[in-house]
């Protein structure tokens, strides 16, 4: 691979390492506490697991969900009132909540697929639709989840917020199972890279050098080390990070191994062809939204878990937040290309301008600004990369 085909390759991962270095050097090293570094994951969950949805959205063909960050606040706003006028069992409010959050995605996917309305007409008509309703179900006030110990509110809070704590291993001041947790990843990356390596091999596949591919590994594994040994002397593993990783590795794991994932990616490369093939196209808009949908009332939950509280702006821009993750991160605008890892690497460099500038104490509208601009610039190279290789229309 020469520097040229490198540079291209991890653009994103590359602007990653840069923007951090800046804001690790402009806030005299703040940005690294492991305070700091902890929260980061913390309060851009919501952005990973919907951007997860939303890349699954744009692969058919570069359609958005605009409606997300409307669904955040409904969901949230039913599991609030289900926790709090009604008291019922947090195990039950998740599920209804995910079953609700299912159905309208069901919704927006039957309108979409088989009916054949534009995504963005029909998301937006449901971004008002569900901010309307969660705003009614909140009778436009801010409803606040009891934290006393005990009671229904802080048993659903400790399901997401809380942290993860091994008597014997962990002590006050480092908690070691983060740490610990941190060499498992990285020696189980290691082995499944190896297992791949010999299972292609066997097949004769073309594979990258060792050399690059175990680099490449290693310099993962040296991340993860780093900064599970920060967050081990913070308050150790966050429950939401369990919660994020798991719809991460689910969907990278969809995208990238099974047939129905590249179904995905079909549709959006050419949906004549496709249909021709014998994939049902409608089926696969139709689980696009609803996959997206149920992310965002996980979201939603999330999100109440983290703030303690619900309103009717709850969730204001989250699909923005999302959209420009999965673009950020190499999704392509016309659709059939994006990965979960490229989403992911989006969705972090987001979320390090944002905990950057923050601490610098820079006023919020100079964080949209920021991020439009680099949104802006993302999609411009991914227009003019087509347009290069002959796939822009």
């Known amino acids: 691979m020469n520097a040229k085909t490198f540079i291209k390759k991890y653009t994103m991962v590359i602007a990653l390492v840069v923007v951090f270095i800046f804001f690790s050097l402009w806030t005299e090293g703040r940005l690294l506490y492991p305070q700091n570094l902890s929260n980061l994951l913390i309060q851009n969950a919501y952005v990973l697991v919907l951007a997860c949805g939303m890349l699954m959205c744009i692969l058919t063909g570069g359609n958005i969900d605009l409606s997300v960050g409307s669904t955040v606040c409904l969901i949230g706003a039913i599991a609030a009132q289900m926790l709090t006028k009604h008291n019922m ?10 079953i609700f959050a299912c159905l309208i995605g069901m919704w927006q996917g039957f309108w979409i697929g088989y009916i054949h309305i534009p995504p963005f007409i029909c998301t937006l008509a449901g971004m008002f639709l569900f901010r309307g309703f969660g705003r009614a179900i909140l009778d436009s006030k801010t409803i606040a989840i009891p934290q006393s110990d005990g009671t229904v509110g802080k048993k659903f809070l400790d399901i997401f917020a809380s942290y993860i704590e091994v008597p014997g291993i962990d002590t006050k001041d480092v908690k070691w199972s983060a740490f610990i947790l941190g060499i498992i990843i990285a020696a189980a990356l290691v082995v499944i890279t190896f297992l791949n390596r010999i299972k292609k091999a066997k097949k004769g596949y073309k594979q990258v050098s060792a050399v690059s591919q175990f680099a490449k590994i290693i310099v993962i594994d040296v991340l993860v080390l780093a900064y599970t040994w920060k967050i081990a002397h913070y308050k150790g593993i966050p429950v939401m990070a369990i919660w994020v990783l798991a719809i ?27 249909k021709l093939s014998g994939i049902d196209t409608k ?18 939950l999330l999100v109440a878990a983290r703030v303690g509280s619900v309103n009717g702006d709850t969730g204001n821009s989250f699909e923005m937040d999302a959209i420009g993750s999965c673009f950020i991160g190499g999704a392509s605008a016309y659709g059939g290309s994006g990965t979960v890892g490229g989403v992911v690497v989006g969705a972090i460099l987001l979320g390090v301008i944002n905990q950057g500038m923050s601490i610098k104490g820079l006023d919020n509208n100079w964080q949209y600004v920021v991020k439009g601009a680099v949104l802006l610039i993302a999609v411009i190279f991914d227009v003019v990369s087509n347009k290069k290789t002959g796939k822009a229309g």
């Open 248 to 274: 991460v590795f689910i969907y990278a794991f969809i995208t990238s191994k099974t047939a129905f994932g590249r179904y995905f990616y079909a549709v959006g490369g050419n949906e004549k062809a496709t």
């Open 89 to 98: 069992n947090p195990i039950i409010v998740i599920c209804l909540c995910l």
């Open 283 to 300: 089926k696969v808009y139709f689980l696009a939204y609803t996959s997206m949908s149920l992310l965002a009332g996980l979201s939603g």
